[in-house]
C-alpha cells in the first residue's frame, strides 16, 4: 500500500511527466494489463494524472474493440470498471465503448460474467448519450438465452426493466 501511494504522488504531481506516462501507457496497454503487479499502473494514472487521460482511454477501447475477450480478464476487467466508476471519465468512455465497439462484441460481452457486468456499468450511468442503442441492441440479443451467471442475471433484470 505505501508503494501505491508513492506511485499516486508521483503520477499527481509530476503535472509535465503525467503526459509521457499516459502517451506510454497507452502505447503498451494491452502488455502492461497482462499482469496483476503492472494493471495498477493504468488505473492510478487514469485517476491520478494531471493531464488528459484521452489517450488511454482511447487504447483501453481499442483493446476492447480488437480483443472481444479481453473484458473476462480480471486485470482488464478491473481497469475497465475502474474508469466506468470515475465521474470524470465514465460518460466519455461509456460513449467511446458504445460508438465504436461493435453490437457482436457486446452480445459476446453479455455471455460472460465479467463482460456482463461492464456491461451493467455502462447502462447504469445513464449520462451516456449513446445509452439508449446500447439497450435496444442488447435487447434484441436476447441476452437471457445466455448461461447463467450473476452479471448475466443483473443484466437481463436491467434490460427488463428498462422498457
Known amino acids: 500500500n505505501g508503494n501505491l501511494q508513492e506511485l499516486e504522488a508521483v503520477v499527481s504531481t509530476q503535472s509535465t511527466g503525467s503526459e509521457g506516462i499516459i502517451a506510454n501507457f497507452s502505447e503498451n496497454v494491452s502488455s502492461l494489463l497482462m499482469e496483476n503487479s503492472t494493471s495498477i499502473l493504468i488505473t492510478t494514472a487514469l485517476t491520478h494524472a494531471n493531464c488528459d487521460v484521452t489517450p488511454l482511454l482511447t487504447a483501453l477501447v481499442n483493446l476492447c474493440k480488437e480483443d472481444a475477450e479481453a ?31 461493435p453490437m457482436e462484441t457486446f452480445k459476446s460481452w453479455s455471455t460472460s460474467n465479467r ?49
Not at 470498471?81 to 465497439?101: G, M, P
Not at 446500447?134 to 443484466?155: F, T, W
Request: aromatic share 4%; glycine share 4%; charged share 20%.
Open 71 to 101: 473484458v473476462n480478464e480480471l486485470t482488464t476487467h478491473i481497469a475497465l470498471r475502474n474508469v466506468l466508476q470515475n465521474a470524470t471519465h465514465q460518460k466519455v468512455f461509456s460513449d467511446a465503448l458504445i460508438t465504436e465497439i
Open 115 to 163: 463482460g456482463a457486468f461492464t456491461l451493467l456499468r455502462v447502462l447504469e450511468h445513464k449520462s451516456a448519450d449513446q445509452h439508449q442503442v446500447l439497450v435496444d441492441g442488447l435487447k434484441k440479443c436476447n441476452v437471457s438465452e445466455s448461461a447463467q451467471s450473476a452479471g448475466r442475471d443483473k443484466l437481463v433484470e436491467f434490460l427488463a426493466a428498462s422498457e
